[in-house]
C-alpha cells in the first residue's frame, strides 16, 4: 500500500525562531520532510520564518514563504497556495499551535486542508493533561497524582491535596516554558500565575512530587497500518526535577532489565494508539520509582521533538524523514533503512555503543540568572558524543561543550571537602557531573552521592570508576602503555591526562602515537553490525578494528560549530553544511565533523562521511590520520581542512592544526590571526587609510581612565581575551568605570581590559563579502536598526540598507576591498562598520562565515556560503560568475531599487530566565549578545519587512491601544515624531512626566504615570501586569539596569507586550504600525522575490 | 585481572579478560543484538552450546534477580561482553551477574571488541570457538587446534540433553479451560506461564515422548517447544508430531517447534549463516501485512516458498504464514486443511517485546473450535 494518491500539495510550517527548547532539531526534521516530500513529487510549500535554516533554502519546497509562524500569515499562504493537507508535526510546539489555531478558526475546513500527521483530537488528547491522563489511566498505566487549574484560587485547593514540593506544568508550551516546581505557597502564586500567563489556554497542572525518580523517555513511530516500533530509549542520568532538555542523557536505557523495558514499552505503544498519532513520532516520558519499580506516566509529544532528533542521530533510526514518508501514507514496511539499504525501517535500532548528551549553558549571559536546574529548560544547546562505553561516550561529551570548565581534572578544585561538594551537588546545576566527581574523588561513598543526588548507583559507579583512574594515573610511575590504553578507553582527553600526570598534551599525543595507542572508527549502523552499513556515519573508540573504508576520492574535511550557544547558532552549521553540498557537487568527497545532535550537518545524508566526534585538536587530529590512511589506502587524497564556516570553534583549532602539518584550505590561521588581534589588524587598517575608533589596553583603573579620557566618553569597556561580546559594557562617565572595574572579576595585571571609543548615535552596518584574492563580492550590506553599541547579533538589520546613499555604498565597498586583501582573506570575511558624522570607522573585521551568510543569502538570492567554499578552494570570483552560482554582474551591494526589503529581528530569551529570588532578569540590550535566534521579514517596503519580521519575533505588533512612553533625556528629541505619528493613529499615550512634558509641548497629548520607583502604585507597572498597555517605547537610561526600566521591561517581557528599546526601533516599530493599519500586507514565496533579482542576466 | 583469550577455529583471536569463570569452554559462536535480556538469554535453554556474544556493550547493570531466569540454569556455554557492571543496580537485584556465572561454572570473558568478533562472524557465518583462561591459555596454535577439534553445530541432537527428566504440570491461573501437552525440546519458562494465563493446564513432557504418549494424555493440545541444535537431526519429535497431526489434535509450535512442524510436514531445514538473535526483528504476518516486533534466537530455519503460495503435503495445504523483513527468512507455518500452525519467533519473549503474544489466545481459539 504505497503513498496516497490523493495528496498533490502539502504545506509544512516550521518552528520559527531558535528559542530556548526549541532550536534546530526543528531545521534538521523539517528540512528531511521538505527533502522527501519533493522526491515524492508533492509540491511542497513550506512557511517558517527563521532565514538560518537550511529548510527554508528556495530549492527544499517549491514555495518558501519566510513569515510569520501567526495564524493571520499562515491563512493567506493557504488562500493563495491552496494545499492538500497541512504536516506540523516537524515544526515543534510552533507548527502545532499553529495548526490548532487554524482548525479552531475554522481555516482548515473551510479550504478543505487535512491535518496529516496526527489530526486534532489526536493532538489535543497528547497535550491536554487532563485528557492524556484519562487515557493513560485507560490503557492501564499511573500517572502521578494531579489537579488541573485554570485561576489561581484553584491552584491553592489543588496543593491541599498534593501538598509541597509540587510540579507546575502549563499546558500547551514547549521546553517546559512557564512551569517549575513550588516548595511554598510564595512559589506556587509566581510559577503557577506565570504558568497560567504561558499556557494558551490558561491551564496548567498541579502534579505529585516525584523528584528523585529515575526518568525516562521512549522514542516511537506507528504507521497507518497500527504497526509501532519503539526507536530508542533514553535514560536521564539526573533523575525528575530537572527538565529532560536540561539533563544529562543517556541512549540505550542502561539501568532497566528486560521486563522493566518491555512493561514501559508496553504502555508506550498502548498510548500511542489510544491518542491516535495515526503516522509518524511521538515521544512518551517515564518516571520510575528507584525503590519498587513504579511506573508512572510523565507526558508525551504527539510530533516530533528535540529528543527524536536526538534519538535520531543516536541511532541512525532518521525519525522525521519516516515520518514524512509515514505521513503521505507509507507503513514502514515499504520505507527502506537508509543504513544498510536492504533491510526495512520496520524494525528497532539495536545500540553497540553508548551515546550522551549533555546540555550547553549560556548563564554567563545573563547576570544574576538563578542557575539551579529545575522543569523550565535552560540550556541553549547540547553536544552529543558516541562511545563504546558510557565512560567514554560521557567524557567525549563533556569536551564536546568546549567550555572552561567541562572536562574533569583539568582545572585545580575550588576549595572544600567532600561534605562542601555533596551539598552542591543536592541542587541540580550546570555541570553537576564535576561537583559529583570531586566528591567522590575527596572521599565521599558512591552511597552519599546517591543520598544527595538521586543519580543512579550505577552511573554513580561509573564516575567513581573514572575517579579510581585518576588515582592510578596519579600515582604509576610511569606512563605505561597499558595504562594510557586505559585512559583512553574511559574516555579521557590527553589534555586530561597530562593534567594529571604534569606532562603537556602534545607530551601525551607523542607517547601514545609513539606506542601505537590510537583511536579506532566505529559505524553507527542501527543493527549493532547484524547488516553490513552503506552510511559512513563514524564514531571514535578505543577499540581493536576500525572500519573506515578506503577512498578513491580528493576530500575535504569541514569542521562544524559544535553544540549551539549564544553568538554561535545554526547559522554556522548552515554554513558548513551549504559548503558540504557546494563541494560535493563540484566533485570532492565530503566529511563532516561535528558533535551537535540538533544540526542538518550531523544528519547522515548531508555529507559523504560524517564523523560524529568532539571538535578538539586531539579528536579532529585523529579523524584526520584516519582519513589521510583512507586516501592512502584507496588512491585519494585529503586535500585539506575547512575551519571557516564553524564559526569560533573550529577557528580557533586553525592554528594549531596547521602546525600539526594539516593542510587548512581558505584564508591561513596567519591571516585570521591579523584581523582577530587588535594591533596587527591596526596596521591594516592604517595601511590602507581606514579609520577606527581610539582605543587603549588598561590593566588599573587609572589606566582605564587615562584611556577613556584622552578617546572621550563614552567608551566601550571590555576584558580583552573574551570572545562574544561577553563583559562588554558601554561606560559614559568617570562613576560608571569605577562601577565597572569593581564589578568585573575579568580585569587584572594579566587580563587587561580594553578600552574603545564609542560612537553614540552612529549608524551601525555589517558586511558580508567574498575575496578570491582579486575580486571582491559585497553579498549583502545590511544597516543596523539599532544604533551602534548593540551587539550586531541582537539587533535588528534591513537589507539593502534603507538610509545609505550611493557614496557610502562605494566607501563600504572600497574599505571592504582593502581590508581582505590586507588581511589576506580568501573566502568570506565579514565587517563592521560605524557610520558617524560622514566618516565610517571600521569596528571589526572576521575573516569568516558571520551569523548574517543565511539572511543575506535569502535576502539576495544568492548562494554566499557555496561560493566561500568554492573560492577557499581556488575558483575565482570570475569563474564562480560564469559558472551561475554568483551573478553574471553586480552584487550585494549594488541591488537594484525594486529589489524587496529584508528585515532580520534578534529573539530574545529573557522569559525563560529567573533570578533566585523569582524576579525576571533585565532584557535591555547591549554589546553582549543576548539573542537565541532571528526571523525575517521581507516585503517590497521597509514599513511591512519589519512589521513582519516583529509579528514572527513576538507576534503583531499593535494597530491600535495604548502606548506607553518612558525615554532617557538624550532620546526624548528623537522619539518625538514615532510618538506623534502613533497618537495620529489613535493611539492612546501613556508618559512618564519628563517624556510626557516634552510630548505636550509639542502637540501630542499624554496621559501621566508615576515613576515605579516612586512606589505610589499609580505606575505602569500593574497596567502592564494587567494587560492594559499594548505596546512600549522605553530607552534605557544610560547604563545598568536602573530600576524603573528594568520593572517595565520585566512585566513586558511577562505579559508578551512588545517593548522597543531604542529609538531607531521606535521609528522603525511606527512604519511597521502604519502598514498594518493600512492592511496592505499581503505574502510572497522567496521563489517569488528572488525571480525579481534577475542575476542570471549579464 | 586474568587474562583470557576467545580462538575462532578459522584462527581469529580476541584478548580480554576472564569474566565468572576461569578455564576453557567451546560452542558456536553466535552473537545476540538485544540490549536487555541478558539473564533470560543466559538461562534460554536454546542457547546450549553456544559462545554467545553481547552486541551491547554494557551487561550486567541489573545484576540477577531470582524472577527472570527462563529454566533453572545458565545454558550458555561461554559469555563474552565488553564491558561487564562493576555493581548491579536494580531494586530486584540479588547478585552480580559475574558471581552467577562463576557459581555456575559458566568461562566467560570481557573487554572483546565485540562489534568486530560479531562484524568477523556476520561475515563468516557462526563457526567453533573457544574461550580460554588462567591455567588454560596456551600457545595459539594449540588453542585453535583444540577449537577445530570441538563438535559442530549442525548435525547435533541436543534436545534431550536439555529437556526435563520427568514430566511435571504447570496449572492453569484461574478456571482451567484446556489441558496441553508440551513436548520440552528446551522450554523457555515463560511459554506455559503464557499458556497458564489463558485457563491452559499444561503438562511438560521431556523430549523422547512419543506420540502414543502425548496423546494418551488426552490433551486438547499439543504444543512443541523451542529448543537448541540442528532440527534435521531431531527424529524423534517430528515422528510425535506427526502423531497428533494424523489424530487432528490442535498443535502449535515455537522456533525449534516449528522447524519440527516443518519436518513432520516432509519440508526441509538448513543452517541459516549466523541466525537471528536479538529482540528486534521485523516479523510480518502475510495474510495482515501487520509487522511484528518480535524475540528471536534460532540458527536454522524451514526451507519453504515465502510467495504465499500453499505447499500440498500428506497433512493438507500448508502456508508460510510469516516471513522476517529482513532476509525473508521463513518465521510461521499454517496448516489450511488442518488444526496446527508454528512460529520460528518467540511470541513469549523473554527477553523481547510482546508484540506477538496474541498467538497464545490463537492457540487457544483453535482448541475451542
Known amino acids: 500500500m504505497p503513498k496516497r494518491e490523493d495528496l498533490k500539495h502539502v504545506l509544512v510550517i516550521g518552528s520559527g525562531p531558535i528559542l530556548i527548547g526549541q532550536a534546530a532539531e526543528f531545521d534538521y526534521s523539517g528540512t528531511q520532510a521538505c527533502r522527501v516530500l519533493k522526491a515524492e513529487g508533492l509540491r511542497v510549500t513550506l512557511i517558517n520564518s527563521n532565514p538560518a535554516t537550511i529548510m527554508t533554502d528556495p530549492e527544499f519546497a517549491?514555495?518558501?514563504?519566510?513569515?510569520?509562524?501567526?495564524?493571520?500569515?499562515?491563512?493567506?499562504?493557504?488562500?493563495?497556495?491552496?494545499?492538500?493537507?497541512?504536516?506540523?508535526?516537524?515544526?515543534?510546539?510552533?507548527?502545532?499551535?499553529?495548526?490548532?489555531?487554524?482548525?479552531?478558526?475554522?481555516?482548515?475546513?473551510?479550504?478543505?486542508?487535512?491535518?496529516?500527521?496526527?489530526?486534532?483530537?489526536?493532538?489535543?488528547?497528547?497535550?491536554?493533561?487532563q485528557e492524556f491522563k484519562t487515557i493513560v489511566e485507560q490503557v492501564g498505566g499511573e500517572s502521578a497524582r494531579s489537579v488541573v487549574c485554570h485561576t489561581t484560587d484553584e491552584l491553592l485547593a489543588g496543593v491541599k491535596d498534593l501538598g509541597y514540593p509540587v510540579v507546575v506544568r502549563p499546558s500547551f508550551t514547549m521546553g517546559g516554558s512557564g512551569g517549575g516546581i513550588a516548595h511554598n505557597e510564595a512559589d506556587l502564586l509566581r510559577i503557577g500565575g506565570g504558568g497560567l500567563h504561558a499556557s494558551v489556554t490558561t491551564e496548567v497542572l498541579l502534579e505529585e512530587s516525584i523528584l528523585g525518580w529515575k526518568e525516562y523517555e521512549l522514542e516511537l513511530m506507528r504507521d497507518k497500518n497500527d504497526n509501532v516500533v519503539v526507536i530508542c530509549s533514553i535514560e536521564n542520568l539526573d533523575p525528575m526535577g530537572v527538565h529532560t532538555g536540561d539533563s544529562v542523557t543517556v541512549a540505550p536505557a542502561m539501568t532497566l532489565t528486560d521486563r522493566e523495558y518491555q512493561a514501559m514499552r508496553d504502555l508506550a505503544i498502548a498510548i500511542i494508539r489510544a491518542v491516535g498519532v495515526d503516522t509518524g513520532g511521538c515521544n512518551i516520558q517515564f518516571a520510575v520509582n528507584p525503590d519498587d519499580g513504579r511506573i508512572v506516566v510523565i507526558e508525551m509529544n504527539p510530533r516530533v521533538s528535540r529528543s527524536s532528533a536526538l534519538a535520531s542521530k543516536a541511532t541512525g533510526f532518521p525519525i522525521a524523514k519516516i515520518a514524512a514518508r509515514l505521513a503521505i501514507g507509507y507503513t514502514l514496511d515499504e520505507i527502506p533503512n537508509d543504513i544498510t539499504r536492504e533491510t526495512p525501517s520496520a524494525f528497532e535500532p539495536s545500540l553497540d555503543y553508548v551515546v550522551g548528551k549533555i546540555p550547553r549553558f549560556s548563564f554567563e549571559k545573563f547576570p544574576g540568572a538563578d542557575r539551579e536546574l529545575t522543569t523550565t529548560m535552560k540550556s541553549v544547546g547540547e553536544a552529543m558524543a558516541i562511545g563504546r562505553?558510557?565512560?567514554?561516550?560521557?567524557?567525549?561529551?563533556?569536551?564536546?561543550?568546549?567550555?572552561?570548565?567541562?572536562?574533569?581534572?583539568?582545572?585545580?578544585?575550588?576549595?572544600?571537602?567532600?561534605?562542601?561538594?555533596?551539598?552542591?551537588?543536592?541542587?541540580?546545576?550546570?555541570?553537576?557531573?564535576?561537583?559529583?566527581?570531586?566528591?567522590?574523588?575527596?572521599?565521599?561513598?558512591?552511597?552519599?552521592?546517591?543520598?544527595?543526588?538521586?543519580?543512579?548507583?550505577?552511573?554513580?559507579?561509573?564516575?567513581?570508576?573514572?575517579?579510581?583512574?585518576?588515582?592510578?594515573?596519579?600515582?604509576?610511575?610511569?606512563?605505561?602503555?597499558?595504562?594510557?590504553?586505559?585512559?583512553?578507553?574511559?574516555?579521557?582527553?590527553?589534555?586530561?591526562?597530562?593534567?594529571?600526570?604534569?606532562?603537556?598534551?602534545?607530551?601525551?599525543?607523542?607517547?601514545?602515537?609513539?606506542?601505537?595507542?590510537?583511536?579506532?572508527?566505529?559505524?553507527?549502523?542501527?543493527?549493532?553490525?547484524?547488516?553490513?552499513?552503506?552510511?559512513?556515519?563514524?564514531?571514535?573508540?578505543?577499540?581493536?578494528?576500525?572500519?573506515?573504508?578506503?577512498?578513491?576520492?580528493?576530500?575535504?574535511?569541514i569542521l562544524g560549530s559544535g553544540p549551539n550557544r549564544i553568538g554561535q547558532g545554526i547559522e554556522f552549521d548552515y554554513a558548513c553544511v551549504h559548503a558540504s553540498f557546494a563541494l560535493s557537487d563540484a566533485g570532492f568527497e565530503t566529511v563532516m565533523v561535528n558533535c551537535n545532535p540538533e544540526t542538518v550537518s550531523t544528519d547522515y545524508d548531508t555529507s559523504d562521511r560524517l564523523y560524529f566526534e568532539p571538535l578538539t585538536v586531539e579528536d579532529v587530529l585523529e579523524v584526520v590520520a584516519a582519513e589521510q590512511e583512507s586516501a592512502r589506502q584507496g588512491g585519494g587524497e585529503l586535500v585539506g581542512?575547512?575551519?571557516?564556516?564553524?564559526?569560533?570553534?573550529?577557528?580557533?583549532?586553525?592554528?594549531?592544526?596547521?602546525?600539526?602539518?594539516?593542510?587548512?584550505?581558505?584564508?591561513?590561521?596567519?591571516?585570521?590571526?591579523?584581523?582577530?588581534?587588535?594591533?596587527?589588524?591596526?596596521?591594516?587598517?592604517?595601511?590602507?587609510?581606514?579609520?577606527?575608533?581610539?582605543?587603549?589596553?588598561?590593566?588599573?583603573?587609572?589606566?582605564?581612565?587615562?584611556?577613556?579620557?584622552?578617546?572621550?566618553?563614552?567608551?566601550?569597556?571590555?576584558?580583552?581575551?573574551?570572545?562574544?561580546?561577553?563583559?562588554?559594557?558601554?561606560?559614559?562617565?568617570?562613576?560608571?568605570?569605577?562601577?565597572?572595574?569593581?564589578?568585573?572579576?575579568?580585569?587584572?595585571?594579566?587580563?587587561?581590559?580594553?578600552?574603545?571609543?564609542?560612537?553614540?548615535?552612529?549608524?551601525?552596518?555589517?558586511?558580508?563579502?567574498?575575496?578570491?584574492?582579486?575580486?571582491?563580492?559585497?553579498?549583502?550590506?545590511m544597516e543596523h536598526i539599532e544604533e551602534a553599541g548593540i551587539h550586531s547579533g541582537d539587533s535588528a538589520c534591513a537589507l539593502p540598507p534603507v538610509t545609505l546613499g550611493r557614496a557610502d555604498l562605494e566607501r563600504i565597498r572600497?574599505?571592504?576591498?582593502?581590508?581582505?586583501?590586507?588581511?589576506?582573506?580568501?573566502?568570506?570575511?565579514?565587517?563592521?562598520?560605524?557610520?558617524?558624522?560622514?566618516?565610517?570607522?571600521?569596528?571589526?573585521?572576521?575573516?569568516?562565515?558571520?551569523?548574517?551568510?543565511?539572511?543575506?543569502?535569502?535576502?539576495?538570492?544568492?548562494?554566499?556560503?557555496?561560493?566561500?567554499?568554492?573560492?577557499?578552494?581556488?575558483?575565482?570570483?570570475?569563474?564562480?560568475?560564469?559558472?551561475?552560482?554568483?551573478?553574471?554582474?553586480?552584487?550585494?551591494?549594488?541591488?537594484?531599487?525594486?529589489?524587496?526589503?529584508?528585515?532580520?529581528?534578534?529573539?530574545?530569551?529573557?522569559?525563560?530566565?529567573?533570578?533566585?529570588?523569582?524576579?525576571?532578569?533585565?532584557?535591555?540590550?547591549?554589546?553582549?549578545?543576548?539573542?537565541?535566534?532571528?526571523?525575517?521579514?521581507?516585503?517590497?517596503?521597509?514599513?511591512?519587512?519589519?512589521?513582519?519580521?516583529?509579528?514572527?519575533?513576538?507576534?503583531?505588533?499593535?494597530?491600535?491601544?495604548?502606548?506607553?512612553?518612558?525615554?532617557?533625556?538624550?532620546?526624548?528629541?528623537?522619539?518625538?515624531?514615532?510618538?506623534?505619528?502613533?497618537?495620529?493613529?489613535?493611539?492612546?499615550?501613556?508618559?512618564?512626566?519628563?517624556?510626557?512634558?516634552?510630548?505636550?509641548?509639542?502637540?501630542?497629548?499624554?496621559?501621566?504615570?508615576?515613576?515605579?520607583?516612586?512606589?505610589?502604585?499609580?505606575?505602569?507597572?500593574?497596567?502592564?501586569?494587567?494587560?492594559?498597555?499594548?505596546?512600549?517605547?522605553?530607552?534605557?537610561?544610560?547604563?545598568?539596569?536602573?530600576?524603573?526600566?528594568?520593572?517595565?521591561?520585566?512585566?513586558?517581557?511577562?505579559?508578551?507586550?512588545?517593548?522597543?528599546?531604542?529609538?531607531?526601533?521606535?521609528?522603525?516599530?511606527?512604519?511597521?504600525?502604519?502598514?498594518?493599519?493600512?492592511?496592505?500586507?499581503?505574502?510572497?514565496?522567496?521563489?517569488?522575490?528572488?525571480?525579481?533579482?534577475?542575476?542570471?542576466?549579464? | 585481572m586474568t587474562p583470557a583469550l576467545l580462538v575462532l577455529e578459522d584462527g581469529r583471536t580476541f584478548r580480554g579478560t576472564?569474566?565468572?569463570?576461569?578455564?576453557?569452554?567451546?560452542?558456536?559462536?553466535?552473537?545476540?543484538?538485544?540490549?536487555?535480556?541478558?539473564?533470560?538469554?543466559?538461562?534460554?535453554?536454546?542457547?546450549?552450546?553456544?559462545?554467545?556474544?553481547?552486541?551491547?556493550?554494557?551487561?550486567?547493570?541489573?545484576?540477577?534477580?531470582?524472577?527472570?531466569?527462563?529454566?533453572?540454569?545458565?545454558?550458555?556455554?561461554?559469555?563474552?561482553?565488553?564491558?561487564?557492571?562493576?555493581?548491579?543496580?536494580?531494586?530486584?537485584?540479588?547478585?552480580?551477574?559475574?558471581?552467577?556465572?562463576?557459581?555456575?561454572?559458566?568461562?566467560?570473558?570481557?573487554?572483546?571488541?565485540?562489534?568486530?568478533?560479531?562484524?568477523?562472524?556476520?561475515?563468516?557465518?557462526?563457526?567453533k570457538v573457544g574461550v580460554f583462561s588462567g591455567d588454560h591459555l596456551a600457545d595459539v596454535d594449540a588453542l585453535v587446534s583444540k577449537v577445530q577439534d570441538s563438535p559442530p553445530m549442525q548435525g547435533a541432537d541436543l534436545a534431550h540433553e536439555v529437556t526435563t527428566d520427568k514430566p511435571y504440570v504447570v496449572p492453569a491461573v484461574g478456571e482451567k479451560r484446556f489441558t496441553v501437552a508440551a513436548l520440552d525440546l528446551g522450554i523457555k519458562a515463560a511459554t506455559p506461564r503464557y499458556m497458564a494465563q489463558q485457563g491452559v493446564e499444561v503438562h511438560v513432557l521431556p523430549a523422547t515422548t512419543t506420540g502414543q504418549e502425548l496423546l494418551a494424555l488426552e490433551p486438547d493440545g499439543v504444543f512443541l517447544s523451542n529448543g537448541p541444535g540442528d532440527p534435521a537431526t531431531t527424529d524423534g519429535p517430528v515422528e510425535a508430531t506427526r502423531a497428533v497431526l494424523d489424530a487432528g489434535v490442535p498443535l502449535f509450535g515455537i522456533c525449534f517447534g516449528n522447524q519440527i512442524l516443518g519436518r513432520a510436514l516432509g519440508l526441509g531445514t538448513y543452517k541459516l549463516r549466523y541466525g537471528h538473535r536479538g529482540v528486534n526483528q521485523p516479523v510480518q504476518e502475510l495474510r495482515t501485512g501487520r509487522v511484528h516486533v518480535t524475540s528471536h534466537n534460532h540458527g536454522f530455519a524451514v526451507d519453504a516458498p515465502t510467495d504465499g503460495t500453499p505447499i500440498d503435503t500428506p497433512y493438507g495445504r500448508v502456508e508460510v504464514s510469516h516471513v522476517d523483513l529482513n532476509d525473508d527468512v521463513v518465521e510461521g507455518l499454517n496448516l489450511l486443511d488442518a488444526k496446527a500452525f508454528s512460529v520460528q519467533y518467540h511470541p513469549e519473549a523473554a527477553p523481547g517485546p510482546h508484540d506477538a503474544t496474541g498467538l497464545f489466545q490463537q492457540f487457544t481459539k483453535m482448541m475451542e473450535a
Open chain 2, 18 to 127: 576472564a569474566y565468572g569463570a576461569v578455564g576453557e569452554t567451546f560452542g558456536e559462536a553466535v552473537f545476540n543484538t538485544g540490549m536487555t535480556g541478558y539473564q533470560e538469554t543466559l538461562t534460554d535453554p536454546s542457547y546450549h552450546r553456544q559462545v554467545v556474544v553481547m552486541t551491547a556493550p554494557h551487561i550486567g547493570n541489573t545484576g540477577v534477580n531470582d524472577e527472570d531466569p527462563e529454566s533453572s540454569r545458565i545454558w550458555v556455554s561461554g559469555y563474552v561482553v565488553r564491558d561487564p557492571a562493576r555493581i548491579p543496580s536494580s531494586w530486584r537485584s540479588r547478585r552480580t551477574l559475574d558471581e552467577e556465572l562463576e557459581a555456575q561454572g559458566v568461562v566467560g570473558i570481557s573487554g572483546v571488541d565485540t562489534r568486530a568478533l560479531t562484524r568477523h562472524l556476520r561475515e563468516r557465518g557462526a563457526m
Open chain 1, 389 to 557: 562505553s558510557f565512560v567514554e561516550a560521557l567524557q567525549k561529551a563533556m569536551r564536546s561543550l568546549e567550555q572552561t570548565p567541562s572536562q574533569f581534572w583539568l582545572e585545580p578544585d575550588p576549595a572544600g571537602t567532600a561534605q562542601d561538594a555533596l551539598d552542591l551537588a543536592r541542587t541540580p546545576h550546570d555541570m553537576r557531573l564535576l561537583t559529583v566527581e570531586r566528591a567522590l574523588r575527596l572521599g565521599a561513598t558512591p552511597e552519599q552521592v546517591y543520598d544527595a543526588t538521586g543519580i543512579d548507583p550505577w552511573f554513580v559507579d561509573q564516575l567513581l570508576s573514572l575517579v579510581e583512574l585518576h588515582a592510578k594515573l596519579k600515582d604509576a610511575p610511569d606512563l605505561d602503555v597499558d595504562l594510557l590504553r586505559l585512559a583512553k578507553r574511559m574516555g579521557c582527553s590527553d589534555k586530561q591526562i597530562a593534567a594529571v600526570r604534569g606532562l603537556t598534551e602534545q607530551q601525551v599525543r607523542a607517547a601514545r602515537h609513539e606506542t601505537g595507542v590510537r583511536p579506532v572508527y566505529k559505524t553507527v549502523d542501527t543493527c549493532a553490525a547484524e547488516f553490513a552499513a552503506e552510511t559512513p556515519y563514524h564514531y571514535s573508540s578505543y577499540d581493536e578494528e576500525t572500519e573506515v573504508q578506503p577512498s578513491d576520492k580528493r576530500k575535504l574535511l
Open chain 1, 814 to 1098: 572600497t574599505s571592504t576591498l582593502g581590508i581582505a586583501s590586507g588581511v589576506g582573506v580568501r573566502g568570506l570575511l565579514n565587517v563592521q562598520y560605524a557610520l558617524k558624522d560622514d566618516v565610517l570607522y571600521v569596528l571589526e573585521a572576521n575573516p569568516r562565515a558571520s551569523r548574517t551568510v543565511p539572511f543575506v543569502s535569502k535576502a539576495t538570492a544568492v548562494q554566499v556560503a557555496k561560493a566561500a567554499a568554492r573560492i577557499m578552494l581556488g575558483t575565482s570570483i570570475a569563474d564562480l560568475r560564469g559558472e551561475g552560482l554568483l551573478p553574471k554582474s553586480g552584487d550585494g551591494g549594488d541591488l537594484p531599487y525594486d529589489a524587496p526589503i529584508s528585515v532580520k529581528e534578534a529573539v530574545l530569551p529573557f522569559g525563560r530566565f529567573r533570578t533566585a529570588a523569582g524576579e525576571g532578569v533585565d532584557t535591555v540590550l547591549g554589546p553582549e549578545m543576548k539573542s537565541t535566534g532571528e526571523v525575517m521579514g521581507i516585503d517590497r517596503v521597509f514599513g511591512t519587512a519589519y512589521a513582519k519580521s516583529q509579528a514572527a519575533a513576538y507576534g503583531e505588533l499593535p494597530t491600535k491601544g495604548r502606548v506607553f512612553v518612558s525615554v532617557a533625556n538624550r532620546d526624548k528629541r528623537a522619539v518625538l515624531f514615532p510618538v506623534k505619528r502613533l497618537a495620529d493613529l489613535g493611539f492612546e499615550v501613556l508618559a512618564t512626566e519628563g517624556t510626557a512634558d516634552v510630548l505636550r509641548r509639542n502637540g501630542v497629548e499624554a496621559t501621566v504615570v508615576g515613576k515605579h520607583s516612586h512606589g505610589k502604585g499609580d505606575d505602569v507597572v500593574p497596567m502592564i501586569l494587567a494587560g492594559e498597555v499594548d505596546l512600549i517605547l522605553n530607552t534605557p537610561f544610560g547604563v545598568g539596569a536602573r530600576k524603573d526600566g528594568y520593572e517595565i521591561r520585566t512585566a513586558a517581557v511577562a505579559r508578551g507586550v512588545p517593548c522597543i528599546t531604542t529609538v531607531q526601533g521606535a521609528a522603525a516599530c511606527v512604519q511597521g504600525i502604519e502598514a498594518l493599519v493600512r492592511g496592505d500586507i499581503g505574502v510572497r514565496s522567496l521563489q517569488e522575490h528572488h525571480a525579481s533579482f534577475h542575476w542570471g542576466e549579464a
Open chain 1, 62 to 129: 517549491d514555495a518558501t514563504y519566510l513569515e510569520p509562524i501567526t495564524p493571520e500569515f499562515v491563512t493567506k499562504i493557504i488562500e493563495k497556495e491552496r494545499p492538500d493537507a497541512l504536516l506540523a508535526t516537524l515544526g515543534g510546539q510552533t507548527a502545532l499551535n499553529a495548526a490548532m489555531s487554524l482548525h479552531e478558526a475554522g481555516v482548515l475546513e473551510q479550504y478543505g486542508v487535512e491535518l496529516i500527521g496526527a489530526d486534532v483530537d489526536a493532538i489535543r488528547r497528547g497535550e491536554d493533561r
Open chain 1, 641 to 781: 581542512v575547512i575551519v571557516q564556516l564553524g564559526g569560533q570553534t573550529p577557528l580557533r583549532l586553525a592554528q594549531e592544526l596547521k602546525d600539526c602539518g594539516v593542510p587548512i584550505v581558505g584564508t591561513s590561521p596567519e591571516a585570521i590571526h591579523l584581523a582577530e588581534e587588535r594591533g596587527a589588524f591596526g596596521d591594516v587598517l592604517a595601511a590602507a587609510g581606514l579609520p577606527a575608533p581610539k582605543y587603549g589596553m588598561a590593566r588599573s583603573y587609572d589606566e582605564a581612565k587615562q584611556i577613556a579620557e584622552s578617546v572621550g566618553y563614552p567608551v566601550l569597556v571590555r576584558p580583552s581575551y573574551v570572545l562574544g561580546g561577553r563583559g562588554m559594557e558601554i561606560v559614559y562617565s568617570d562613576d560608571m568605570l569605577v562601577d565597572y572595574v569593581q564589578r568585573s572579576t575579568l580585569i587584572g595585571p594579566d587580563a587587561p581590559v580594553l578600552v574603545d571609543r564609542f560612537l553614540e548615535d552612529a549608524v551601525e552596518i555589517d558586511v558580508d563579502a567574498l575575496y578570491d584574492g582579486t575580486d571582491r563580492y559585497l553579498a549583502g550590506v
